[in-house]
């Protein structure tokens, strides 16, 4: 038996709104015999019964990512896409899927505005219309200066928040498609809803207002085809009205109110806008959608008298709640990740955010939920509804980018299994349109280094490939001339002098993510599309560190967060000084530079572009020769020899290999002299354990691992954490917070352990890129008895498990079909090639 058991068109399940000209096609096989491979495939694509492209019969065993290679494409229309597969002894498998193209490009309608002036209220555009004939299908295509969402005939119609998502939206603006054939009837009202979000909201760091513009807008076409085969189209335009509704006032940061008694007494006509619409790009990613939905667990009542109701998860999202409450009734939600110490409320670390919801009731059976904020909260504090408070009548919405999980990892230690809960959940609250840092405080922005450091844990754990592909066009769109990456993607952090300020390990991100991704994904046109991006981010390192290969210039966040520094040790108070670590900022920089050109040289070769190729092994050769001229005596020893400068120096292979052993040693020593501790920052803490291992002290990365003392991954667990925290000690061994302005405590940088939870404790790791090729290979550590997880790749389910029993090993694995593993064991021996299926190793 053969079977094709999905079928995808650019990661997608049969997506509407594609403006891609040449869509990719890609299935997962499965197969009841073992070592099965595919042999041939073709791929027919029709509209209607016209052939548009026939592939014939190809032999290969590509099976993902074949592009569409026929006649140009239409918009707005629906292709039928069939699969046939012969596997090595010709046994056939078929599948059909369909996929629908978007407006490419060609908007008749024109952006139209209010004329409201210092209203918080959110502008609600409307436009009623009448429908005489049979409809056979409907299609909205829209987009907005601001976040917004759509109702007709009163019902919302689509389960997405947050659209059109956040981009740089002075360069980039995505536009999304709904299919709305079941909302339509005989009379209809249209309403578009537009809050100021990321636009023109209350945002950023330095909490500014209109970021990219200062007017609410949308730009909105409705396509209707009937049943006789004729078409209308309602557009926007001179001809629709505005009001405000029940939203009050909406900002990511603060909150909402809605007032369920507002009714609105007049329209206004609208204003044409004049914007422009050649940057607006169909919806590049997933969604953000409410995920699911988390009952509370506990009604507390703090000793300061306060109603709080609790969770029992940190997480990223709003709080729904339903009743029948007096008309005219305020109840306040206000939010939080923690208590304190004593047990009471904590908002201090949110630093200015507000993130209170207020709801003015209706009088009658309501649902109460907020539209365009979102906050990050384990805990709520209710006012308005007196001490008895049905708990029961309360959820927590859980909101992020609709990836699909792909990982999970369990074994048999609890506090270990919390962690990866913590990891986890830390991407869940901070994969909401673009990676964030945090989701609670006044920040939330797009920061380059936690999302480089982060982005191979959150391959596993979840499908990041399109959340990525688009952050990183962004990312792109937003490089200075030169080739400088801003701090945050979205750049939100808009300078006066225009400059833009780039940091090693955070403007890295232009060269490590779309590497990470094609490793993990195996769709070249990561690299493709990102090629000049990262090109000229090294070129940018290369001007700045001239004819001396070396990086000595700007500002950097060093080993950000690194708790080796003098002062930090002997005061335990927070400068911010105390932040950069004690790595010299330059060293990093330098050695960074040296990796990501390493990289750019794999992208090239990848791509072929050998003229590149060349160019850049001769400025890889110059950087490592500087390197070690400036930074490693002739006997190998680092003038840097904190536990991140010896792990930088060995991941990224920047000494002799001769030298290698004896700084693994000292890395070692330095680790097993802090109490067999780290004291890295974001920067070394991701290396810290793979570096290790792949140096011969697996062991000592096992002891990091299972440490609880501050700091360690597991103290914050033993703290009660249910994400990963900003700081290794955010809340401190008394009971006591760290300083509140930089206190997040859902922050995912330090969940880039689970790479190495992945590869090495489970043992999945890919030999060819997208997992073609498999590297099985657990290595166990003292007191993990057994193991087990899988990893959903782009050609199936490789699964793992194992057990240890006394010195005895005994592994199961299953392969996908199309694909082969080696299957490495602890001891060191590299025995067994295996196809498809499933295996047991004792
Ligand atoms: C963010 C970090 C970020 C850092 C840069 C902080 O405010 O929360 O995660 O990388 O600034 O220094």
Redesign the pocket.
Known sequence: MLKISEITVDYRLEPIGIDNEKPCFSWKLESDRQDTIQAKYSITVKYDNDVLWNSGIVESNQSIYIEYGGSALSPRTKYDVSVSVWDDLLINASISTSFETGLMGSWNAQWITHTLSDSEACPVFQKSFKIYKQIESARIYSTALGIYDLHLNKSRISDEYFSPGWTSYNKRIQYQTYDVTEHLKESNDLNVTVANGWYKGNFGFENRTNLYGDKAAVLLELHIKYSDDSMSIITTDESWLYSTDEIRYSEIYHGEIIDKTFTANDSFPVKIYDFKKSNIISQECEPVRIIRKLDAVELLKTPEGDMVIDFGQNLTGFVEFIGCFEKGKEIVLQHAEVLDKNGNFYIENLRSAKATDKFICSGENDIYRPRFTFHGFRYIKVTGMGNIIDIKKFKACVLHTDMRETGTFECSHKLINQLQHNIQWGQRGNFLDVPT??PQRD?RLG?T??AQVFASTAAYNFNTSLFFEKWLKDLAADQGDAGEVP?VIPDALIREDGKVPSSAA?GDAAVIIPWTQYRAYGDKRILENQYSSMKSWIDYLSSEAGNEYLWKTGAH?GD?LGLDMEQYFTRQKYSVNA?TGSTDKYYIASAFFAYSTELFIKTASELGRTDDVQKYRNLYKNIIRAFRDEYTTPNGRLVCETQTGMLLALKFNLVEEKFKEGITKRLVANIRKHNMQMVTG?VGASYLCPVLTENGYHDIAGKLLLQTKYPSWLYPVTKGATTIW?RWNGIKPDGSFENPE?N?FN?Y?YGAIGDWMYKKLLGISEIEPGYKVIRISPMPIDTLDWVKGHYESVYGTIGVSWNMSGKALSLKVSIPVNCKAFIGFPDGREVQVVGSGEYVFE
């Open positions: 840092d945090c920040e920061w280094g936690d701090f955070w966040f950000w932040s974001f900003e930089m997040s922050h940088a």
